[in-house]
T-cell receptor, first 112, second 117 residues
Framework: AQSVTQLGSHVSVSEGALVLLRCNYS??????LFWYVQYPNQGLQLLLK??????LVKGINGFEAEFKKSETSFHLTKPSAHMSDAAEYFC??????????FGAGTRLFVKA | EAGVAQSPRYKIIEKRQSVAFWCNPI?????LYWYQQILGQGPKLLIQ????????DSQLPKDRFSAERLKGVDSTLKIQPAKLEDSAVYLC???????????????FGNGTRLTVT
């Protein structure tokens, strides 16, 4: 069985500051890991995904995530926050059976 | 490509009434999902279809919720009778994955926001 834990339901950063959103997972099989973003009144959109190979994954809008097997983590980062990054971010894991499990989400606030 | 289409966008009903949501996935996507997203929480899988067969409905409250995907294309999710705790956003997603493409991401519609009063 898989599960996802996102540390921090809310994160606030200043515009131009580093964004770090934390995600830890558990999976009984090698996982596929995803980050999705949700803007108000919209569905989720894929930011990036990790399958196999390179542990540093680059996504859209300048986001990237690093897969660390030893720490069972898949934290999302962006070097410089922009006001348009304010949204809710969800980490997700897919293991055996193609079932995708989502974390509870982290809402990112960006201060001017 | 056209995205996942859902309707209606908003629905307000009284408890014990019935409601239905419709979803049309991206053309060619074999797998369709219905998720329930309660305010402040992540999406929770209700049911997953592969073509027109059910793959997983372990978290679907079958005494009140039902879903079908006739002809393996669009899908309908129904709640009858609704309870206050059913107030949530119902998200439909589709994926191109098959047994050889487990890393295919989900493509979501904009959801239906249900309010039960």
């Amino acid at each position: 069985a898989q599960s996802v834990t996102q540390l921090g339901s809310h994160v606030s950063v200043s515009e131009g500051a580093l964004v770090l959103l934390r995600c830890n997972y558990s999976s009984s099989v090698p996982p596929y890991l995803f980050w999705y973003v949700q803007y108000p009144n919209q569905g989720l959109q894929l930011l990036l995904k990790y399958t196999t190979g390179a542990t540093l994954v680059k996504g859209i809008n300048g986001f990237e995530a690093e897969f660390k097997k030893s720490e069972t983590s898949f934290h999302l980062t962006k070097p410089s926050a922009h006001m348009s990054d304010a949204a809710e971010y969800f980490c997700a894991v897919k293991g055996g059976g193609f079932k995708t499990i989502f974390g509870a989400g982290t809402r990112l606030f960006v201060k001017a | 490509e056209a995205g996942v289409a859902q309707s209606p966008r908003y629905k307000i009903i009284e408890k014990r009434q019935s409601v239905a949501f419709w979803c049309n996935p991206i053309s060619g996507h074999a797998t369709l999902y219905w998720y329930q997203q309660i305010l402040g929480q992540g999406p929770k899988l209700l049911i997953q279809f592969q073509n027109n067969g059910v793959v997983d409905d372990s978290q679907l409250p079958k005494d009140r919720f039902s879903a079908e995907r006739l002809k393996g294309v669009d899908s309908t999710l129904k709640i009858q009778p609704a309870k206050l705790e059913d107030s949530a956003v119902y998200l439909c997603a589709s994926s191109a994955h098959s047994t050889g493409a487990q890393n295919s991401p989900l493509h979501f519609g904009n959801g239906t926001r249900l309010t039960v009063t």
